[in-house]
């Protein structure tokens, strides 16, 4: 029942996944003969498999947790099931689960959805065949992971880039390679400081990949980006 969920490395069809245990308690294991504190993952019908390896007294309540990764999209918590097979079977029955928390986020496998309250976008050059720094500014309202997290921009057509990976920097869409600012106040003056903190090339890397029949930017994010942290990159 752990829909669109997948083993932490990901999953391959027809290949179950051996899984950690976390709670180290002894008492399962991915088959019967298996390594204790381990279980079975199976990404094809999304279930997790967990071998009694110890005994187990009735009345007693038995805590075992285990990690998987989130699907990519929003969803709502699945229905989750439990049931005992083997020597002994029961009944497949509904699991509770806590439906507390902003909008039920504390429920299984409930995704949010996520978005970009803060979406900028500048250049430095209106005239023609010039050089042009293309400046973006971003927000997500949930932190973003290091892992697998792409940001694509499209609609930048008519340029003159070909397509290759594009070098990023901590512009602020006004800046020259001379270090002056030349779309100020009619007036050429230097390029203020920045504030590396919020410069997206820490997050994004050096270079982001540009396919110019599309006038497409794709950027790869490369460590934790934090809800709060508005980014800027120029390129």
């Not at 079975?40 to 110890?54: E, L, N």
């Not at 940001?151 to 869409?173: K, N």
Request: aromatic share 6%; hydrophobic share 35%; charged share 15%.
């Amino acid at each position: 029942g752990f829909a669109g969920a997948s083993s932490p490395e990901g999953d391959e069809q027809g290949v179950p996944k051996e899984i950690a245990e976390e709670t180290m308690g002894g008492l399962f294991a991915s088959t019967d003969a298996g390594a204790p504190d381990t279980l079975m993952w199976d990404g094809d019908t999304k279930t997790v498999t967990a071998w009694v390896v110890a005994p187990m007294l009735g009345g007693v309540d038995y805590v075992f947790s285990f990690g998987i990764r989130n699907p990519p999209s929003p969803q709502e918590s699945p229905l989750i099931y439990a049931q005992i097979l083997g020597g002994l079977e029961t009944p497949r029955v509904l699991m509770s689960k806590d439906l507390t928390g902003l909008g039920g986020q504390r429920a299984p496998l409930k995704v949010l959805a996520m978005t970009l309250p803060l979406r900028k976008i500048g250049h430095s050059s209106p005239y023609p065949a010039g050089r042009n720094t293309i400046t973006i500014t971003l927000q997500f309202n949930l932190d973003v992971g290091d892992r697998g997290v792409f940001v694509t921009l499209r609609g930048l057509t008519s340029t003159r880039t070909p397509d290759g990976p594009v070098p990023l920097s901590c512009a602020t869409g006004c800046c020259q390679p001379g270090g002056l600012e030349v779309c100020g106040a009619g007036s050429i003056q230097p390029c203020p400081p920045l504030d590396n903190s919020t410069c997206a090339v820490d997050f994004f890397g050096s270079a982001g990949q540009w396919t110019q029949s599309g006038g497409q930017m794709v950027l790869s994010v490369r460590r934790f980006m934090a809800a709060a942290d508005a980014n800027s990159t120029g390129g």
